[in-house]
């Protein structure tokens, strides 16, 4: 009998953890897609959906200080305010190791500096 409890609870665990996996597989792709997409549009000068993309991809890692400092460089071509947005996300980004933390200074710097009028 106990052999028959352990063999049902391998079953249940290999199947829980499949479909985890699973369901993991499709958000890394989704974020890959968006990531991508975020690139395009930017390149493209179509900054609002450079700003949706980037900020999909927050709600997806709001850690994530890529996806922030994304968010701020189509905010700022967009003329938002990116004081604001650094208040409402700056908190949740990660500085656990010398790359975020440099992202999330150049971040910063961004929402600090005068921006420049194109001539």
Known sequence: MHKFYLFVSVILIALCSFTVF???KGIVEEYQSIKANYVV???????EAA?????DL????PTDPMAYLQLIMAA?????DVKVIR????????ESNLKEKELKL??????ESPQVESK
């Open 51 to 55: 700003y949706k993309a980037a900020k």
């Open 41 to 47: 549009q930017f390149k493209k000068g179509n900054y």
């Open 22 to 24: 699973a369901k993991g």
């Open 76 to 80: 700022r071509e967009l003329g938002g």
């Open 58 to 61: 927050l709600h997806i890692d």
């Open 87 to 94: 208040d409402n996300f700056e908190p949740w980004v990660s």
């Open 106 to 111: 150049l971040a910063d710097m961004l929402i």
